[in-house]
């Protein structure tokens, strides 16, 4: 199976690759493949980059300064509009905590990770079979799993469906030639459920320590991506599959996602009729008189009237 995806060049080369598993913040991985013979000595510059990111950067978790505004946009949320009080006062304490930390994460991003980031870009964007290679890899983890399942050699996107199998592909190369290596931080914690979610907990308490809120909410988790801004992806110009197996899965899926729109738009128009249905009813009863309901209802009305 594996033969199959690959011309006998292509072959020779990945019989060359060498693999580094990079640890990724604690939880992901991601495999670097190297083209040995005519890149030896970028090969080893890369190693050594590798080696001192995972070693120095990768996984750390630093602390960093917040602006005193950070949380502001939760004031319009409904959750927190009866909170002003809180955030106001967490803003206020936010400047007096950032006195109180060294900016670590800033100063990493400006000195170390700055300089290791300019030197891999350098490296892999001077190479471009390694570049076609590495996001290849990326995409379908074809190295990693022996090119047995689960390894991709299709995507399928917003754009259409794409074959990746070959890491000179139209899809692959485009991807290369657009997306960049970047070392930077994720937030940490109950931060990434979102800022609302983080300070969910404080809120309602009777009595707070800022400090613990203001260390709960600050930390950086480093980690190494490989970027792929939305925007430059629309713009990729790449072929989609348009005939065969795929492309009728691919149709298949689309007319079933359309039909589930669909389905949904006309449970939700009823919905809005009988709703306004009602509502017209209840205005017509509120000014209903007793005989108007006597006779809409075709009630009849027996007995005596005694006057006095």
């Known amino acids: 199976m594996f033969a199959e995806l690959f011309t006998p060049e292509q072959l020779t080369i990945l019989t060359q690759i060498i693999l580094i598993d990079l640890v990724l913040a604690g939880d992901n991985a991601i495999i670097i493949g190297m083209l040995a013979s005519q890149y030896k000595d970028d090969i080893r510059k890369i190693k050594e980059e590798v080696k001192s990111i995972k070693k120095n950067i990768i996984g750390e978790t630093l602390t960093r300064h917040l602006k005193p505004s950070h949380f502001d946009s939760l004031k319009k ?5 009866d909170h002003k009080s809180f955030l106001e006062d967490l803003k206020s304490n936010i ?3 950032n006195k109180k930390i060294n900016n670590d994460y800033a100063d990493l991003m400006k000195d170390v990770v700055k300089v290791s980031q300019k030197n891999i870009r350098n490296l892999i964007e001077n190479n471009i079979d390694l570049s076609y290679y590495i996001v290849w890899e990326a995409l379908t983890a074809t190295l990693k799993y022996k090119g047995k399942l689960p390894a991709a050699q299709y995507v399928i996107s917003p754009n259409g469906c794409y074959d990746i199998s070959d890491p000179y592909s139209d899809f692959v190369k485009k991807v290369a030639e657009t997306a960049k290596i970047g070392i930077r931080g994720m937030v940490h914690g109950k931060m990434r459920s979102g800022r609302g979610k983080a300070l969910q907990q404080y809120v309602n308490k009777s009595k707070v320590k800022w400090n613990e809120i203001y260390d ?3 930390k950086m988790d480093m980690s190494l991506k490989w970027d792929m801004p939305a925007a430059k992806f629309k713009k990729l110009k790449v072929e989609s599959l348009e005939e065969g197996f795929l492309s009728d ?5 689309k007319s079933v996602w359309n039909n589930i729109r669909a389905g949904i738009k006309n449970a939700v128009m009823k919905a809005m009729d009988i709703a306004n249905g009602i509502l017209v009813k209840l205005s017509i009863l509120e000014e209903a008189k007793l005989v108007d309901l006597i006779k809409s209802n ?3 009305v027996t007995g005596q009237i005694k006057i006095k």
């Open 216 to 218: 709960d909410v600050n």
């Open 95 to 97: 400047t007096k905590q």
């Open 298 to 300: 075709n009630i009849e």
């Open 249 to 253: 899965i691919w149709n298949k899926v």
């Open 77 to 81: 949320k409904k959750d927190f509009k």
